[in-house]
């Protein structure tokens, strides 16, 4: 057997000034010269994470040998001061991860459909209330559209409308304040102040008193609910344990980010490419009007709207909001020939694996027949939801929550895209507009709501 080599390093020389200056275009430039190979990114003396973007690479690592790459460092540790300890390693870990698949399992999901349906319609008539004149910001909207859309599933009636829009806003703000810098330059301790700390800490505080207290009350009124609170309150490991009230307000939080940042990504980009591609959104019309109509979408029409699925599918491969994977390797290993130290950083892009020519022809083409009914793929090739034990629990629940907000928005209004903000993603958290993007809704003239 020939004997494990070395992966090349491609020079901070080559990537770093970019990196600095534009991060998209540096990621486009690291993905070009590595071509799919395991490579090295030589970013500051020591540290130099190795780059996995090949198909069969990356089910090595997130699935066939997922104990060996566990869910610490970079991108998690800033994360961490939010969401608390997101390795697997930690106990706690696994009760939170039970609460949410039984939450979001196919059966339960069903049974509070057409109640995240009738939330989501009630959003956008609000929204139209503010958006059919004047334009309004797209992230801020989304924001609100999201946050009414599923506060209900995670918290049940425990938080008033008020306080869903001020949580949406905070967890924006620490979402975004210090995280792209702390990212970008993960090997600066935290006791060195970067720029947005402070805004950072602030929000953290505020998600606080706005979580803490529900928790609290729970826990003394008995959490019978089937909402994410009491179903945390009620798990118990094989010794009877449960979570405490910081593990409890962690495993809250810790979906409250999952499940809204990156929904608010892609809904911000899926009214660019609409916007940008006439023939695209009048198939989409065409299908919402012919299954929805002047109805309000519900759970029985889920299963019509099948070319909304695809176009949200599209939207996830080109414009993947987790850009970036990382993981911190446990111990020596070879992937395809190429030695992988120990305590070393790796990471996954889907970004990249979802730009790679061999695996996704003409990458950069928008086209949702590439997620027609019978096209087939690697299972790695679509990343967007990552996999193996880490697998994103909400992928389902995302698909018809994604449909549902289509279809209300889109059997009543047009949203036209005020002025012309570039589509190029910007690199945080996770992948945004790089431009703040406004809209407004023109009404289509077919219904108004009445829920
Ligand atoms: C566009 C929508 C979404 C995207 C792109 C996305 C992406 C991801 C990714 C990439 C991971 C795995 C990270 C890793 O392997 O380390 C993940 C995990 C997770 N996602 Fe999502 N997600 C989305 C929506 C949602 C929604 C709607 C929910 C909940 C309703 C959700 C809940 C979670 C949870 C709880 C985890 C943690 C799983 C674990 O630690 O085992 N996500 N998501």
Redesign the pocket.
Known sequence: MPRPRDAKTISSFRFLPALLRDPVQATDEVGRISDGDIVRLGVVGPFRPYLVTHPDHVQHV?RDHADNYR?EGLL?KPLSRLVGE?S?ADPA?AL??GA?QA??SGPNIASFTDDVARAIVEAVDELADRAVDRPVDAADEMTRLVYRA?TR??VGDKMPLDQIDELGRVLATATTSSFRSRMLLPFVPFWVPLPGDRAFRRAVQAVDDLIFPIVRDSRRRGADGGDIVSRLIRARDENGNGLDEQNIRDGVV??FV???E??V??LSFLWMVLDSRPDIAAKLYAEIDRVVGTDHPRRAHLSELRYAKMVTQEV?RLY???WI???TVVADDVIDGVRIRKGSILV?S?YLTHRLADVWPDPRVFDPERFAPGQSRHRFAF?????????????Y??TI??QLIMAAMLSRFEPVIHGSPSIEPRLGL?LKPSERIQFLLRPRGRVTSNV
């Open positions: 997130l869910r998690w997101p697997g870990w939170k991860k949410y939450m979001f599923i599933v995670i810790a979906l999952a499940a809204t990156t929904s990504s892609i996830l993947s909001p987790g994977i990382p993981r996954i889907p990343l967007t939801f990552s996999g193996g034990p880490h697998q994103c629990v909400g992928s629940f995302f929550e994604a996770t």
